[in-house]
């Protein structure tokens, strides 16, 4: 079964700093990706989204992802992290017409 | 534009009390619905989608069901709560104009069955 991991659960980051969390998926077939942010209080939002054509994604906020057939992956970047991208990210894939989430990184940026 | 609400926010239930979760979606019409679940550590569970009226996928063997009694409402229950249903629950929209379009969350009841 189709299924996503997200290894980095905690990150604490400086203001400033670079980011870039993890997404890894199991199947190898068409797959169209997700990133989620949940900001505290706030409803789970999407970030970006891959279905095709270019492999780097731009979304909202500066986050970019690069989807890595090879890898099985499509992690999320952030040249420099804002106090206010203190939330939780998730990654999804749809497989069989199904959203798979992964288990969610939690960021703290400090000030 | 788009809303989609759910109530109540907070909800603290005894063992073996029912449940009933509503979710309701503005401004679209003929959405696919779904139910998750988010439980710490675990990222999201889907429970329940719906394409329309009536008509209910379930995805996981559970102690819950769901109902869709009109387009835009979505009700999540429990006869007898456990307290392994404790949790974040989500409610989410999609338009139906392709396969699981991007996905619209409302802002969740947090359940604690104790």
């Known amino acids: 079964a189709q299924s996503v991991s997200q290894h980095n659960h905690h990150v604490i980051l400086s203001e400033a700093a670079s980011l870039e969390l993890g997404c890894n998926y199991s199947y190898g077939g068409t797959v169209n990706l997700f990133w989620y942010v949940q900001y505290p209080g706030q409803h789970l939002q999407l970030l970006l989204k891959y279905f095709s054509g270019d492999p780097l994604v731009k979304g909202i906020k500066g986050f970019e992802a690069e989807f890595i057939k090879s890898k099985f992956s499509f992690n999320l970047r952030k040249p420099s992290v804002q106090w206010s991208d203190t939330a939780e990210y998730f990654c999804?894939?749809?497989?069989?017409?199904?959203?798979?989430f992964g288990t969610g990184t939690r960021l703290q940026v400090f000030p | 534009s788009q809303t989609i609400h759910q109530w109540p926010a907070t909800l603290v239930q005894p063992v073996g009390s029912p449940l009933s979760l509503e979710c309701t979606v503005e401004g679209t019409s003929n959405p696919n619905l779904y139910w998750y679940r988010q439980a710490a550590g675990r990222g999201l569970q889907l429970l329940f989608y719906?394409?329309?009226?009536?008509?209910i996928s379930s995805e996981v063997p559970q102690n819950l069901s769901a109902s869709r009694p009109q387009d835009r409402q979505f009700i999540l229950s429990s006869k007898k709560l456990l307290l392994s249903d404790s949790g974040f629950y989500l409610c989410?929209?999609?338009?139906?104009?392709?396969?699981?379009?991007?996905?619209?969350f409302g802002p969740g009841t947090r359940l604690l069955v104790l």
């Open positions: 719906s394409v329309g009226i009536g008509q």
């Open positions: 989410a929209w999609s338009s139906r104009t392709g396969a699981w379009e991007t996905q619209y």
């Open positions: 999804a894939v749809i497989h069989t017409d199904k959203l798979i």
